[in-house]
């Protein structure tokens, strides 16, 4: 271990989780540092849910060793480890009202009636739910849930809180409302925070840092920015954003839209083509161009005078000798 | 159009047919008196005299055969006996029915339809065959004291006891039980109990705290749906039960067919409608709540 940096706080090393044949997860070591809220994200059936489940203690890891705060958290029950999830059904208990959903982990841990009703109320007023304590989860609109389960989890205080698709339920404006609050309220709470996510999105505007998952493997692990900027692969290069990939002598360039440039002039090493495609987003336009043996995609910020570009327009593209990333396989 | 139409009326006319008239006959005959005939009750409605006749017909209908149900003690204690097997009987099949259940829920869905069919399948052989079937293991040398026999154990005698009553309920009734809790608990959403372990439930604990107060319903259904037939239980009495066994059912056979009292084992069923109709309201409720 370096000096200087702390010990992580979960350590994944070469954990591996076989169902039959298929290696759900492959091979993972990871770490968690205390306070960061980390993303893992990849498409479905990638494995991420698996790993989460094994921190959490549903599953049990064919190889490797899971470690929380240095101690080998393997051989512990779901009920013993000092980690909590939020289920992406939300599986919040029908029977029991707000409040005793929230207390539910609270009375697993004893702790006495005053106190608990005390951490009840703070846990209401973190989420915004105040007064709703005695309803029951279906008197709740899907938002609410949402905070309900995320209340309950959190209300043990666990070492590190687990968000299955925390907000795969929800519709899009109150997912982007959703994420920002969540990130608010990992920071003031101090707690580390471990996402599952397919949404590339999500994982970017919320994680510290993240690791990109394919078939049971971690990509690339690193801060947002750095992995849209320097994707380790092809694979991560095209399933963060969008990108153009041009092939070059040890592999190809990677080139996000927003780095390439439109214009109705040729340019210096610039690839002729005809518009395919404008879609208007207000801030942006996004123009597809086919060029030769390729579709290029150009993003084009909708500051000064619009490019006056129809459908069937020729056009050439380019972009800086240095611009993107080179990336193999 | 039409057809709509037959199709709302066509259950009420079914009930008005199968279900009201013989209930309303019923009734008419618990408010008649015996008397040494055929058939052997009166009055007879005579609809040829008209209004008079129906007139001289109603006027001659008593109440007396229901203050004889209240002043004579047999029938007090047929009644309380009757639902003492029934809560008995149901006790017991919850306490047999809900593990059966529960396992059946756990298990994958190919072995789940293979263990429904296994509780289903008795109902294909006929149900009093079955019941004959206990007399020949309960029977002083039958298939149980036999076996005791084999492992030197003091022989029972079970057969026309109570006991035997109650052995054959929770087995004739056994089904109605597990169906209904198996309906229940097979629906239950697996991440509630994922989330209970997650928030510090051993197994057990997760089982008592969400599995089981989410089952409610299905033991509330199935509690009845055994209870509520087994007070009125007939056949399983008389075949396995003793000559003082006490139920409703053998009370109503032994004044229809031995005393030929015929009002008196009408107002005997008609009390016992009377008293089912609580819990079979409750029951009601209780599947509107589960549809709902």
Same mark, same amino acid.
């Given at each position: 271990?370096?000096?200087?940096?702390?010990?992580?706080?979960?350590?994944?090393?070469?954990?591996?989780?076989?169902?039959?044949?298929?290696?759900?997860?492959?091979?993972?070591?990871?770490?968690?540092?205390?306070?960061?809220?980390?993303?893992?994200?990849?498409?479905?059936?990638?494995?991420?849910?698996?790993?989460?489940?094994?921190? %959490?203690?549903?599953?049990?890891?064919?190889?490797?060793?899971?470690?929380?705060?240095?101690?080998?958290?393997?051989?512990?029950?779901?009920h013993? +480890?000092p980690v909590h999830m939020m289920f992406q059904s939300y599986a919040l208990f029908p029977h029991l009202s707000v409040a005793r959903n929230i207390a539910f982990g609270l009375r697993q841990q004893r702790m006495g009636k005053a106190e608990t009703q005390a951490r009840v109320e703070e846990m209401l007023a973190l989420v915004r739910m105040e007064g709703l304590g005695e309803r029951k989860p279906d008197q709740l609109s899907g938002g609410q849930r949402q905070r309900v389960a995320l209340a309950r989890a959190i209300a043990p205080k666990p070492?590190?809180l687990l968000l #299955?698709?925390p907000?795969?339920a929800l519709?899009?404006?109150l997912?982007?409302?959703t994420?920002?609050e969540l990130?608010?309220l990992? +920071?003031r709470l101090?707690m580390?925070?471990?996402?599952?996510?397919?949404?590339?999105?999500? %994982?970017?505007?919320?994680? #510290?840092?993240?690791?990109?998952? +394919?078939?049971?493997?971690?990509?690339?692990?690193?801060?947002?920015?750095?992995?849209?900027?320097?994707?380790?692969? &092809?694979?991560?290069?095209?399933?963060?954003?969008?990108?153009?990939?041009?092939?070059?002598?040890?592999?190809? &360039?990677?080139?996000?839209?927003?780095?390439? &440039?439109?214009?109705?002039?040729?340019?210096?090493?610039?690839?002729?083509?005809?518009?395919?495609?404008?879609?208007?987003?207000?801030?942006?336009? +996004?123009?597809?161009?086919?060029?030769?043996?390729?579709?290029?995609?150009?993003?084009?910020?909708?500051?000064?005078?619009?490019?006056?570009?129809?459908?069937?327009?020729?056009?050439?593209?380019?972009?800086?000798?240095?611009?993107?990333?080179?990336?193999?396989? | 159009?039409?057809?709509? @139409?037959?199709?709302?009326?066509?259950?009420?006319?079914? *009930?008005?047919?199968?279900?009201?008239?013989?209930?309303?006959?019923?009734?008419?005959?618990?408010?008649?008196?015996?008397?040494?005939?055929?058939?052997?009750?009166?009055?007879?409605?005579?609809?040829?005299?008209?209004?008079?006749?129906?007139?001289?017909?109603?006027?001659?209908?008593?109440?007396?055969?229901?203050?004889?149900?209240?002043?004579?003690?047999?029938?007090?204690?047929?009644? *309380?006996?009757?639902?003492?097997?029934?809560?008995?009987?149901?006790?017991?099949?919850?306490?047999?029915?809900?593990?059966?259940?529960?396992?059946?829920?756990?298990?994958?869905?190919?072995?789940?339809?293979?263990?429904?069919?296994?509780?289903?399948?008795?109902? @294909?052989?006929?149900?009093?065959? !079955?019941?004959?079937?206990?007399?020949?293991?309960?029977?002083?040398?039958? *298939?149980?004291?036999?076996?005791?026999?084999?492992?030197?154990?003091?022989?029972?005698?079970?057969?026309?006891?109570?006991?035997?009553?109650?052995?054959?309920?929770?087995?004739?009734?056994?089904?109605?039980?597990?169906?209904?809790?198996?309906?229940?608990?097979?629906?239950q959403d697996?991440s509630l109990i994922e989330a209970a372990r997650d928030l510090g439930c051993t197994?057990?604990q997760a089982f008592w705290r969400v599995s089981f107060p989410l089952s409610l319903p299905?033991?509330?259904?199935?509690?009845?749906?055994?209870?509520?037939?087994?007070?009125?239980?007939?056949?399983?009495?008389?075949?396995?039960?003793?000559?003082?066994?006490?139920?409703?059912? !053998?009370?109503? @056979?032994?004044?229809?067919?031995?005393? !030929?009292?015929?009002?008196?084992?009408?107002?005997?069923?008609?009390?016992?409608?009377?008293?089912?109709?609580?819990?079979?309201?409750?029951?009601?409720?209780?599947?509107?709540k589960?549809?709902?």
């Amino acid at each position: 271990m370096t000096t200087g940096s702390p010990a992580p706080l979960v350590r994944f090393e070469g954990v591996a989780r076989r169902f039959g044949d298929t290696a759900a997860v492959d091979g993972v070591t990871l770490d968690i540092a205390e306070g960061e809220f980390f993303a893992l994200l990849g498409p479905s059936g990638c494995g991420k849910t698996t790993l989460m489940r094994m921190l %959490a203690g549903f599953e049990a890891p064919d190889e490797g060793r899971i470690l929380l705060a240095g101690k080998d958290i393997g051989g512990l029950p779901p009920h013993r +480890r000092p980690v909590h999830m939020m289920f992406q059904s939300y599986a919040l208990f029908p029977h029991l009202s707000v409040a005793r959903n929230i207390a539910f982990g609270l009375r697993q841990q004893r702790m006495g009636k005053a106190e608990t009703q005390a951490r009840v109320e703070e846990m209401l007023a973190l989420v915004r739910m105040e007064g709703l304590g005695e309803r029951k989860p279906d008197q709740l609109s899907g938002g609410q849930r949402q905070r309900v389960a995320l209340a309950r989890a959190i209300a043990p205080k666990p070492a590190i809180l687990l968000l #299955d698709e925390p907000m795969a339920a929800l519709d899009r404006k109150l997912r982007e409302e959703t994420q920002l609050e969540l990130m608010a309220l990992q +920071r003031r709470l101090g707690m580390t925070f471990m996402i599952v996510t397919h949404d590339q999105d999500e %994982a970017m505007v919320v994680a #510290d840092r993240m690791a990109v998952m +394919r078939s049971g493997r971690i990509e690339q692990v690193g801060a947002p920015r750095q992995v849209y900027d320097h994707p380790a692969s &092809r694979y991560v290069a095209q399933f963060i954003g969008e990108t153009n990939l041009f092939p070059e002598d040890q592999g190809w &360039r990677s080139v996000r839209p927003e780095a390439m &440039r439109i214009s109705t002039d040729p340019a210096d090493h610039a690839r002729a083509g005809v518009v395919a495609e404008i879609a208007y987003f207000g801030d942006r336009t +996004r123009y597809v161009v086919q060029t030769d043996g390729q579709k290029v995609v150009v993003s084009r910020a909708n500051v000064g005078p619009p490019l006056p570009l129809a459908l069937g327009d020729p056009v050439w593209t380019s972009h800086a000798a240095d611009a993107g990333q080179l990336v193999t396989a | 159009m039409k057809r709509a @139409w037959l199709a709302a009326v066509a259950p009420y006319l079914w *009930l008005a047919v199968f279900f009201a008239f013989p209930f309303l006959l019923v009734a008419k005959l618990s408010l008649s008196h015996t008397v040494l005939a055929i058939p052997p009750y009166a009055p007879q409605l005579d609809l040829s005299q008209g209004h008079a006749g129906v007139r001289a017909f109603i006027h001659q209908l008593t109440f007396e055969t229901y203050a004889r149900l209240t002043s004579d003690r047999l029938y007090i204690a047929s009644y *309380l006996s009757s639902l003492r097997f029934a809560a008995i009987a149901t006790g017991i099949l919850l306490i047999v029915g809900y593990p059966i259940a529960y396992g059946m829920s756990r298990f994958g869905p190919a072995t789940r339809q293979g263990l429904l069919m296994a509780v289903i399948l008795p109902f @294909w052989t006929s149900f009093l065959i !079955r019941i004959y079937a206990w007399i020949a293991i309960l029977k002083p040398a039958g *298939l149980l004291n036999q076996a005791l026999g084999v492992l030197h154990i003091a022989p029972l005698s079970l057969l026309n006891t109570d006991a035997a009553v109650i052995i054959g309920l929770v087995y004739a009734y056994l089904p109605f039980m597990v169906l209904p809790l198996y309906a229940v608990l097979e629906k239950q959403d697996e991440s509630l109990i994922e989330a209970a372990r997650d928030l510090g439930c051993t197994p057990t604990q997760a089982f008592w705290r969400v599995s089981f107060p989410l089952s409610l319903p299905g033991v509330a259904a199935g509690a009845l749906l055994c209870f509520i037939p087994m007070v009125g239980e007939f056949v399983i009495p008389d075949l396995l039960g003793g000559s003082n066994t006490l139920m409703l059912g !053998r009370t109503i @056979w032994t004044e229809f067919f031995a005393d !030929r009292d015929w009002p008196a084992a009408s107002a005997v069923a008609i009390v016992l409608l009377a008293t089912l109709i609580v819990p079979i309201a409750l029951f009601q409720r209780q599947q509107a709540k589960v549809l709902s």
